[in-house]
């Protein structure tokens, strides 16, 4: 299994503005990750025509060339409520990364992406700026935080 980092991967004006979008955009009840059709969370589409969705196209092109063989098919804000229980899933063949958007952490709270691979969990931290990324075909979740809001942007590129 591999997982990369970036942390502090926006600049503080950056990261303000992307935050201050994700608390203010409008959201849509839950997506069934899992095919059962039980929804989880709320879930926010950016337009392409959005600043942050062009902030992190660019941002990711820059640090990761091999993108330009790929396609970015989606990005989304994931928005749980505390003590949401979201599921097991993969995200298909490609690259995914994700965005911790909530500001400071605490182990406590919560709020790590779990990764379940080899009959083995592992977590990652949901540390304010970090940019994760991972093969999409790895089973994955999203846990909540205790007391708060967890929001995550979530960016899917795909094979050609």
Do not use: W
């Not at 591999?2 to 991967?9: G, P, Q, S, T, V």
């Not at 298909?92 to 992406?113: A, I, S």
């Amino acid at each position: 299994m591999e997982i990369n980092f970036d942390d502090n991967f926006l600049e503080k004006k950056e990261f303000d503005i992307v935050h201050d979008y994700c608390l203010n955009t409008s959201y849509y009840y839950g997506e069934s990750d899992n095919g059962d059709g039980i929804m989880t969370g709320m879930v926010h589409d950016i337009s392409e025509t959005e600043f942050v969705y062009k902030l992190f196209r660019k941002k990711l092109m820059d640090k990761c060339p091999f993108l330009s063989d790929m396609k970015l098919y989606r990005m989304y804000v994931n928005c749980f409520a505390p003590n949401e229980n979201p599921y097991f899933h993969t995200d298909g063949k490609g690259v995914t990364f994700l965005y911790y958007v909530n500001g400071g952490f605490d182990l406590q709270e919560g709020g790590e992406t779990q990764f379940f691979v080899d009959n083995n969990l592992y977590g990652v931290l949901p540390v304010s700026n970090r940019l994760a990324m991972f093969d999409g075909m790895i089973l994955h979740r999203a846990t909540s935080l205790r007391n708060d809001h967890r929001f995550t942007i979530a960016i899917k590129y795909s094979p050609q």
